[in-house]
């Protein structure tokens, strides 16, 4: 198999099971206090196949008349987001090689046919920070290329417990879902697969010293 493109980062079964199973647990009681909700494309108003919410300080959310944004209330309750779990914070620790926390974590659930199409992540203002998704249930088909969307892709399929991090010059690295496989993994009761994709948003000098000061 072709190596995948430098700045990419395939930790295959990175998670336990036991680590899986917890990590599940604590994503349940976020989508308990931010339900999923169907996301709408910028312009056309189109509904997305994935199922979102999100959790921590700021959350990415698109709408017809809105587009693509970040914002620190949810889109249908209108109540803050869910604290990202420690479990997250501390594997953001542990791979993203970065020194200060993330500030978002989308939830993506994907059931039946949903997938998403190719796109990059460059809604943030700061792309020194690694993207680091989390695969949860069943496995998919994820494609990823280079930062212009013409370049030529290579597929890889991710399972439950993977981590996948883009950073340096795959930071925006074009990348999208082209399937899942259904009933690869027992994790999810009633199937389906759950992506987590943890972001800084803002620029390291937009943080306050008190901020960095706690850090470190
Ligand atoms: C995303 O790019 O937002 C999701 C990627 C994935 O589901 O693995
Ligand atoms: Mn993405």
């Given at each position: ?7 990419v ?7 336990s ?11 349940r009681?976020?989508v308990k206090?931010a ?7 910028p ?7 994935v ?8 959350g ?10 970040y ?12 604290k ?14 970065y020194?200060l ?9 994907y ?9 990059q992540?460059k ?7 690694p993207?680091?998704?989390i ?10 290329g ?5 370049e ?13 991090l883009?950073?340096g010059?795959?930071?925006l ?13 027992t994790?999810?009761?009633k ?11 803002t620029k ?11 850090q470190?």
């Open positions: 198999m072709a190596d995948l493109p430098a700045g980062r395939h930790i295959p079964m990175c998670l099971w036991d680590e899986q199973r917890a990590l599940l647990s604590d994503i009681s976020v206090h339900p999923l909700y169907t996301p709408t494309m312009r056309t108003g189109k509904p997305m196949s199922r979102m919410t999100n959790c921590g300080a700021l990415w959310v698109t709408d017809q008349s809105g587009g693509y944004r914002q620190s209330s949810h889109p249908v309750t209108g109540q803050a987001w869910p990202m779990p420690q479990r997250l914070l501390d594997l953001w620790q542990e791979f993203a090689n020194p926390p993330p500030e978002a974590c989308l939830i993506n659930f059931t039946g046919s949903a997938k998403m199409g190719l796109h992540d809604d943030e203002d700061n792309f020194e920070a993207v680091l998704s695969s949860l249930g069943d496995d998919c088909l994820f494609r990823i280079g930062t212009n969307r013409n030529p892709t290579q597929s890889i399929k991710l399972h439950s417990g993977d981590v996948l883009l950073q010059e795959s930071r690295a074009y990348h999208g879902v082209d399937r899942i496989y259904p009933d690869t993994s994790l999810l009761s199937g389906g697969r759950i992506n987590l994709t943890l972001r800084r948003v390291a000098d937009e943080v306050s010293d008190l901020e960095l000061a706690k470190h």
